[in-house]
């Protein structure tokens, strides 16, 4: 099991962009999937982009062209860049890890369960 810690949140403009970090720490070398998600206010968390541990990158469709992440292994951590912000991207953004080698698809985006580990989240506010 790894440890997960996102930092980088803040309150922007519609329009903006932000750079959120997760530092990974643990038992790195396992071959996790790892992911972004994002639980806005009243609401279930949702998978937003992850990785795996072959670098295949899928994105949920609102994020697309938008959000880019991306894993350094040498310093284990994970980032995600968001650009052109809104205001529905406003929540509270997680990292999270699976299970040791698992390989993550389209449907891990809403089976949270596959993800061990997960952060205390960091939070990002879009509004003018």
Known sequence: QVQLAESGGASVVPGG???L???VSGYTNKGYCMAWFRRASGEEPEGL???N???TILYRDSVKGRFTISKDNADNILYLQMNSLR???SGRYYCAATTPWTRCDRSS???RSEFLSWGRGTQVA???
């Open 17 to 19: 962009s932000l750079r």
């Open 21 to 23: 970090t997760c530092q």
């Open 49 to 51: 982009a992850l990785i």
């Open 53 to 55: 541990n072959d670098g």
């Open 87 to 89: 205001p529905e991207d």
């Open 109 to 111: 985006f809403t089976r």
């Open 126 to 128: 879009v509004s003018s």
